[in-house]
């Protein structure tokens, strides 16, 4: 399937419907795509899985050699042009590698942030002298390298770092002042991406090496997961930086902060996605091996309908994953060769909101997956001896990595306040037509899909009508509603999942017949009717949280009498029926 610019732009699924063929789904792979999958698969089991012990105790040269070999392999320069010795790849490509890697606990961890928030500034960002000192290595493995962004004061709050940089008297160098916090791969990175206020006021990125005097190392934390991997403070004390070593321009660095965050979160979605895959097969083989009252834990139905819920969560990460890899490369393509850095700027930004979505849904996929799974495997989940004990372990950081779950909420309805206020879109016009299709009467539902289509319009509907709500009751003040807000994004966030599986499951039974997309069909819906219900209590706890109102509760009243017309009558027989399949091929499968 060809990937080509188009008029989508970021949030669109807010507003308009999508047609099944306009999504890219794992099954429209290209064979390049999956010779890149088979290349990072047989990776990771013939050379990462063996040294997963060495990885845990902290032996960093096992990593570095890691890395190395993955950049022989071409599994580091996805993302780096061909002239600069990388492949180039599509973000679909980028975003198989990051799935690929997610069971692989700390070593993806490291390759993930070389690979992506560690290469990409300079990719996007470098001059051309920086790309061709820099990109060859970074790409190769010769250089590995790190993002030093976060400070000891300063989290979330990215701008309100005290890092400073000060122009020496020659002119020749920056020095900088200042210490950054948590930085992963700092024990054995060449090259850091540090952000410092030049003058104490303009936030500006440098690319800063490891033998620059001033710099050195605070020793390695102690984590509760991800123990293989390095992190540490990286202190700057009169570090000296060549000024050829700004990247970008002077008092523009939070450009390049933000926008190679949004590549940074769409890619820790596809690693948990690829973590929560491997993690559920881990369980099916656990449920069916243990046997309790003479028979395996897999043959009671509760097992079951865990399972089905894991898979049909997964079935919706992974949609969401390869919905939002389409329309990356869309707004980004042609950006490998592109110097003009507002256009730059904007290939990056376009779908930061679907970016935020893929964090945010595919860390919380995990999570659920896998303490689930310790659930499923008892007393024995807890213990190291089973891989279940360090999937659990491992997840919690994904939540809080690259902007916690919370940031990323916001960042959702903030965006559809700026396009509203900034005319892009026309929210009175969708508020009423919204109204009016709330009022039908919904259609028979005579054809596969039918019924559940309408529910993914119905919630579109929902999350317009009720945030309509919030900004007539709000105005300017919205921004500080951070209860409603929040609200909100899980509402839209349900939204972009539930179409996702039903576009691809649409897509699937029109290109093969529903006889042979049974799975499909069945995970699709089995995930809809999880996600229906979610919305209703979202949608309670909004407005239960509002001021009371006479129009409030004529919404709250219009929704709830709208979704309660989708009930779910064989939800308990379908799990089933998934789970059979699942414990059959003891793995994930659609």
């Known amino acids: 399937m060809k990937i080509t610019r188009d008029s989508k732009k970021g949030l669109d699924f807010l507003f308009t419907e999508t047609e099944p063929e306009q999504v890219f789904t794992p099954e429209d792979l290209t064979e390049e795509h999956k010779m890149i999958a088979l290349t990072a698969k047989q990776f990771v089991e013939r050379d990462v899985l063996p040294q997963m012990e060495a990885i845990e105790a902290q032996q960093f040269e096992q990593t570095v050699a890691l890395l190395k070999k993955a950049g022989a392999l071409g599994l580091l320069g996805h993302s780096v042009p061909e002239k600069y010795g990388g492949i180039g790849l599509d ?204 028979q395996s834990i897999s043959s009671f139905r509760a097992t079951q309908e865990k399972l089905a819920d894991m898979a049909s969560r997964i079935f919706a990460a992974e949609s969401v994953q390869y919905r939002t890899a389409q329309l990356l490369e869309s707004s980004m393509g042609s ?48 213990m190291q001896e089973y891989r279940i004990e360090r999937f659990y372990r491992d997840s919690r950081i994904n939540r809080i990595f690259e902007g916690t779950n919370e940031i990323n909420r916001f960042l959702v309805p903030n965006l559809l306040v700026k396009k509203a206020i900034g005319g892009e879109i026309k929210l009175n016009e969708h508020l009423q037509k919204s109204a009016k299709e709330m009022n039908e009467v919904p259609v028979n539902f005579d054809s596969p899909l039918k019924k559940e289509k309408t529910m993914v319009r119905s919630i579109r509907n929902a999350f317009l009508l009720l ?12 921004g500080q509603e ?47 009717y999880t996600a229906i219900l979610e919305v209703e209590m979202h949608t309670r706890r909004l407005l239960n949280g509002m001021p009371s109102s006479e129009q409030n509760e004529k919404l709250r009243n219009l929704i709830q009498d709208r979704f309660c017309k989708f009930n779910d009558t064989d939800g308990f027989l379908r799990k089933r029926e998934i789970a059979a399949r699942l414990i059959e091929a003891e793995a994930y499968i659609v």
């Not at 993806?108 to 001059?127: D, K, R």
Request: net charge negative; glycine share 12%; aromatic share 10%.
């Open 335 to 382: 950006l490998y060769e592109e110097s003009d850095t507002t256009i730059i700027r904007e290939g990056l930004a376009e779908f930061a909101g679907e970016c935020s979505i893929c964090k945010v849904f595919g860390s919380e996929t995990l999570d659920y997956v896998v303490d689930e799974g310790v659930q499923l495997h008892g007393g024995y989940g807890y």
């Open 91 to 294: 973000k679909i490509s980028k975003g198989i590698v990051g799935e690929v890697l997610g069971e692989t606990g700390s070593y993806g961890v490291a390759h993930s942030n070389h690979t992506c928030i560690a290469t990409l500034p300079i990719t996007y960002f470098g001059s051309e002298e920086q790309k061709q000192k820099y990109l060859p290595k970074l790409a190769s493995g010769d250089y590995i390298g790190a993002y030093c962004l976060t400070e000891p004061s300063s989290g979330s709050d990215a701008l309100g770092a005290t890092t400073t940089a000060v122009l020496s008297e020659s002119g020749k160098h920056y020095i900088l002042n200042g210490t950054k916090q948590w930085i992963t791969n700092a024990g054995f990175s060449d090259t850091f991406i540090v952000y410092a206020k030049v003058d104490g006021t303009k936030f500006t990125a440098f690319i800063v090496e490891k033998d620059y005097p001033g710099l050195s190392l605070g020793p390695e934390e102690k984590k509760m997961g991800i123990k293989g991997s390095s992190t540490c403070s990286v202190i700057l004390e009169d570090c000296i930086v060549p000024v050829e070593n700004v990247l970008g321009e002077i008092g523009k660095g939070h450009i390049i902060a933000f926008n190679v965050l949004n590549l940074g979160r769409f890619n820790l979605g596809g690693a948990c996605t690829g973590g929560a895959k491997a993690a559920l097969k881990e369980i099916i083989h656990y449920t069916n091996e243990r046997k309790q009252f003479k």
């Open 482 to 528: 951070q209860e409603s807000l929040i609200k909100l994004s899980d509402i839209a966030i349900q939204l972009f999942a539930a179409e996702s599986v039903i576009l691809r499951a649409e897509k699937a039974v029109r290109r093969n017949g529903l006889t042979n997309e049974v799975l499909k069909v069945k995970l699709a819906e089995s995930f809809i």
């Open 467 to 478: 945030a309509g709500a919030v900004f007539e009751m709000y105005g300017k003040n919205i």
